[in-house]
């Protein structure tokens, strides 16, 4: 498998430190608000390599900080007037819902910097003793990026001409702003009770601060409880490289004298119709947003559909979310579900001859497959993997339509599916699980009336009952053998 690695900006073939498992870190959203549709976006891309390491047959520990300290939650707890822990407990739970709605497997830890106390406390303690951190006039500690030789290098930035001694307590700050990086923020009057007090050394003297901990501190406490020094895989959006990601390196390395992650993945832009998205554009949505806008569709066909939109790019490129396009994968969802009832219904009605797996079927299915883990393994080469998942699809439907399989070949073809749905999450398999439902008599009594009027071809009369049954919620599945009655 090959994955390109941020840090060297090339495609590696990827190879675990240790075999037994796959150490995967990824930041968790600050909970202040609603996940947008770019973070998600993002979390999807992580959920997606995940899942194909898996699929290969790789172990994985997964851990996701959720950052429920920070200048936002901070603020916004109070203009909501309620404690921090309330206000961010009510956005976690909004957060894992969202996830769960487009098919996110959660991580296997999530943890909320607030109980990191300890561990952060911890490391700050040892940065201190090195020099490498300071405690400055404002009582915040902050990191000296100038005792990080290689500071800027994951970023692709040139500091060599920076000024020392600039500091910025600002959690969120670009690459012209760069400067030595608040590990500790002193408390000020508009936290509120919003603050810990620790004991840090300070020129080999115990103090206690009143402080709360800066953003970037965070994930490197996170890592090295649940982790230890290094692992094998960093995660997250492009905005994410500079500054957090280049200062969780620095203070990481700069505390183990070990290379922090082996390979650091990111994700590209999400654009609304190749626009910044933004509340003032007016094209700033949340998952809640978009399915609101498609009330009349059930829930599940949307979420899926928006999925669907996410991994139909590379996860590295920006890409372009749009209704228009939205729409178009709502009709593909509606066609994967279409194809599983039609397997159904024909698993259904087939007899038991010649009930066999026959050899060009079975040819068929290798060679899907091996173009679709190809696919894969090419840096998550999602677009691909969809193709060759919609081919499949054509080819299902070209045999069903020909009476060309035997119900051995349609369970092989849900196994299939589901083979292909490990990773793609995309396919809803209750309708061929499901146990036919009862059907109420008089809908059966207005069935069997509308099949007598076809059989006397007495067609206008059909059409009346076929309109009567769609009114009630039923439709008629005609075949060139069979015919069926399938609640809506």
Known sequence: MQLYNTKTRTKENF??????IVKIYFCGPTVYNYAHIWNLRTYVFEDVLIKTLKYLWYKTKTV??????DDKTIKASIENKMSLSDFTKKYTDIFLED?????????????????????????????????????????????????????????????????????????EYDKENASDFVLWKAWKNEDW?????????????????????????ECSACNMKYFGPQIDIHMWGVDLIFPHHQNEIAQTESLTW?????????????MVDWKKMAKSAKNFYTISDIINKYKDIPENITARAIRLSFINWKYRENIDFSFSKLESNIVFIKKIDELIKKLKRTYDNLGEENNKVSK??????????????????????????ISVFSEFITYLNSRIDSLNITKKEILASIDFLK??????????????????????????????????????????????????????????????TWTKLEKI
């Open 360 to 385: 060009d079927f079975s040819q068929s299915l290798q060679n899907f497959m091996f173009d679709y883990v190809e696919s894969l393994e090419d840096d998550l080469n999602t677009p691909i993997a």
């Open 64 to 69: 996701m900080n959720i950052t429920d300290v």
């Open 193 to 217: 009770e919003n603050f810990w007090e620790e004991k840090f050394i300070i020129n080999w003297e115990e103090k206690i601060l009143k402080w709360r901990p800066g953003w970037h501190i």
């Open 99 to 171: 996830i769960k709605k487009i098919w996110i497997n959660p991580a296997d830890e999530i943890v909320p910097i607030t109980t990191l106390m300890p561990e952060m406390t911890k490391i700050i303690n040892k940065l201190l003793t090195r020099k490498i951190a300071y405690l400055w006039d404002d009582n915040s500690i902050y990191y000296d990026i100038s005792k990080f030789a290689d500071y800027g290098k994951f970023a692709n930035l040139d500091f060599s001409g920076m000024k020392k001694s600039v500091r910025i307590d600002n959690d």
């Open 419 to 480: 083979s292909f749905n490990r990773v793609l999450s995309i396919i809803d398999f209750s309708f061929f699980e499901k146990e036919d439902e009862i059907i109420p008599e008089n809908i059966l009594k207005l069935f069997e009336s509308r099949n007598e009027s076809k059989k006397d071809k007495n067609f206008e009369m059909a059409d009346k009952y076929r309109e009567e049954l769609l009114s009630l919620w039923y439709k008629i599945i005609d075949d060139r």
């Open 258 to 270: 070990k290379e922090f992650s082996a390979y650091w993945l990111h994700s590209g832009h999400l």
């Open 15 to 20: 190879k675990p430190m240790k075999q037994d």
